[in-house]
C-alpha cells in the first residue's frame, strides 16, 4: 500500500520531512556559528598573544632574542626577521589594524599580503574552503628591527562522526519519526471516524450519531454530520410513510372494484378487467414492499444462512417450483431475518418465473471473509448493458421479462436495497451457453 496514498501519511511525511529539514538546518547554522566563535577568537586571543610576544621581544637584547623564539611556546605564531620590506605605514588589514590599535604608536604594524600564502601551511592554503586565512604582518620595533610576524587560523575541528554521535543521531531521527507517526494519526483518527461513519451512513441511516469530541473543527464537524444524517433520515421516513400510505389506501377501493368487476355480464370484458386490476394490485403490494425495504425497523440478529436458505427453497419446491440447494452448513451472518427471506426469495422467484428453474448454492471467501450466495437459472439471460439497469425501479426489459410476465420491475430493487442494508452486494453473470448467476455477497458474523 502507498503510504503516500492516505492523508496520514501525507501528514506524517511532512511533519518528519520538516524537523528533519530543521534539523539539518539548525546544524548548519551551528558550524557557522562555530566557524563565527572561530574568527572573534584570533581576533582576540590571538591579537593579545601578538602582544605579548612582540613586547617581549621589543624589551629583549637583539642576541636573546633568537633564543628566545627557540624556547616560547608558538601557540599558531610563526615570527622570523624581515630584511628586505617595504613600508607604507598603513595597515591593509582589519587584523592588521587591530594589532596597530594594540601596541601602539610605538610600533608600526602592516599587513605583508603578499607573503600570507607562501607562509601559510599546505593544507590551510585553500581560500575557497576556508574562511580564515593565515595573516602575515610586518611590525618595527623600537630599535628599527623589522620582524615577520604569521599568524595561523585556529584549526578548524573535524565533525563529530563518531559512534556515539551516530547512534545519539538515529536516537534523534527514530524519536521524530516516532513522535510525526504519533502526531499524524492522531490528527487523521477523527477524519477515519468520520469517513467510516459516511461509509456506514449509505449501508444503514439509522445508525446512531457521532459522539461529538476532539477539537472544536472535528466537533463542529460532527455536529454537521450528525444533523445531515437526522435529516436525510427524516426526508426517507416521510418519502416512505407517504409511499406506504398511498399503497395501502389503494387497496380499499381496489378490492372494491373486484368486486363490482364480478358483476359484469361479459365473460370476456371481465376477465381482462380482473387481469388488469391484478397487475394493479401487485404493483402495489410490490411498491408496499419496496417502502419497506428501504425503512426496515426489524432488529438484526445473527443466523445460520444455511438453514434460512433451506427453508426458503422448501417453500419454493412446496408451491410447485423447480428449485434445488447444496451448500454447506455454518456460515453465520448478522442480519435481518425476514428482510433477508425476502430479498432470497425475490430472487429466487425471477430464476424460476424467467429461467425455469433455480440453482441455489453457497460458496466461503476467506480472503474477503465472505459468504456468497449463488442463483443459477437456465433462461436467456440479461445483455451486459443492461444488468446494472434491472437494479433501478419499474425497469423492465423488452424480452421475456416484461409487463407480460407478470413483472413489475421492483423485485431485483427490493433485494438490492435488502443487500446494501446488510454492507452485501448483488452482482449478475450471464452464463455459458446460456442462463444467469446472480451473486449475493454477505458479510461473514
Same mark, same amino acid.
Given at each position: ?5 492516505? &492523508? ?17 538546518? #539548525? ?32 624589551? %629583549? /637584547? ?12 608558538? +601557540? ?35 599587513? %605583508? ?27 618595527? +620595533? ?39 507517526? !504519533? ?7 477523527? !477524519?477515519?471516524? &468520520? ?57 380499499? /377501493?381496489?378490492?372494491?372494484?373486484? +368486486? ?27 411498491? %408496499? ?13 445473527? %443466523? ?39 430479498? !432470497? ?67 431485483? #430493487? ?32
Amino acid at each position: 500500500m502507498n503510504i503516500l496514498a492516505s &492523508m496520514w501519511g501525507r501528514v506524517f511525511a511532512l511533519l518528519l520531512l520538516g524537523v528533519t529539514v530543521t534539523a539539518g538546518l #539548525t546544524s548548519w547554522l551551528a558550524l557557522g556559528e562555530r566557524e563565527k566563535t572561530l574568527s572573534q577568537f584570533r581576533e582576540s586571543h590571538t591579537i593579545d598573544r601578538v602582544e605579548q610576544l612582540v613586547r617581549a621581544l621589543d624589551v %629583549l /637584547p637583539t642576541e636573546n632574542r633568537a633564543q628566545f623564539l627557540a624556547t616560547a611556546p608558538r +601557540l599558531g605564531l610563526q615570527v622570523t626577521k624581515l630584511t628586505n620590506h617595504s613600508n607604507t605605514g598603513l595597515p591593509r588589514t582589519e587584523y592588521a589594524r587591530a594589532v596597530s590599535e594594540r601596541l601602539g604608536k610605538n610600533f608600526a604594524v602592516y599587513s %605583508l599580503a603578499e607573503a600570507a600564502d607562501e607562509s601559510c601551511p599546505h593544507d590551510l592554503r585553500d581560500k575557497q574552503k576556508r574562511r580564515l586565512q593565515c595573516e602575515a604582518l610586518g611590525i618595527t +620595533l623600537n630599535d628599527g628591527t623589522t620582524l615577520k610576524l604569521v599568524v595561523m587560523p585556529p584549526r578548524t575541528p573535524p565533525p563529530p562522526v563518531r559512534q556515539d554521535f551516530i547512534q545519539y543521531l538515529m536516537i534523534l531521527i527514530i524519536s521524530i519519526g516516532i513522535l510525526a507517526y !504519533l502526531i499524524a494519526r492522531m490528527t487523521m483518527r477523527p !477524519l477515519q471516524q &468520520m469517513a467510516a461513519a459516511a461509509s456506514a451512513l449509505g449501508q444503514d441511516i439509522n445508525r446512531p450519531a457521532l459522539n461529538e469530541q476532539g477539537s472544536s473543527e472535528i466537533r463542529q464537524a460532527t455536529r454537521a454530520f450528525n444533523a445531515m444524517q437526522a435529516q436525510i433520515r427524516q426526508h426517507i421516513a416521510q418519502r416512505t410513510h407517504m409511499l406506504a400510505a398511498i399503497t395501502h389506501d389503494l387497496q380499499t /377501493p381496489l378490492t372494491r372494484l373486484r +368486486l363490482r368487476l364480478e358483476k359484469v355480464q361479459d365473460t370476456d370484458l371481465k376477465d381482462r378487467l380482473i387481469g388488469d386490476l391484478s397487475a394493479m394490485q401487485m404493483m402495489i403490494r410490490e411498491g %408496499l414492499d419496496l417502502a419497506r425495504s428501504m425503512d426496515s425497523q426489524e432488529q438484526r440478529s445473527v %443466523l445460520d444462512l444455511h438453514s434460512l436458505l433451506d427453508s426458503v427453497c422448501t417453500d419454493a419446491v412446496d408451491a410447485g417450483q423447480d428449485v434445488r440447494f447444496s451448500g454447506q452448513p455454518g456460515y453465520i451472518v448478522l442480519a435481518r431475518p425476514q428482510a433477508l427471506r425476502r430479498c !432470497l426469495t425475490n430472487l429466487i422467484d425471477n430464476a424460476v418465473k424467467y429461467g425455469h428453474f433455480a440453482e441455489v448454492s453457497l460458496e466461503h471467501s476467506q480472503q474477503q471473509h465472505q459468504v456468497h450466495v449463488l442463483v443459477r437459472d437456465g433462461g436467456p439471460g440479461i445483455p451486459e448493458e443492461y444488468q446494472q439497469q434491472v437494479f433501478e425501479p419499474f425497469f423492465r426489459l423488452e424480452t421475456s421479462r416484461s409487463r407480460d410476465s407478470g413483472g413489475t420491475g421492483l423485485g431485483m #430493487t427490493i433485494a438490492q436495497n435488502i443487500a446494501q442494508q446488510h454492507q452485501g452486494t448483488l452482482q449478475l453473470r450471464n452464463l455459458s451457453p446460456q442462463g444467469l448467476e446472480v451473486r449475493l455477497s454477505l458479510p461473514l458474523q
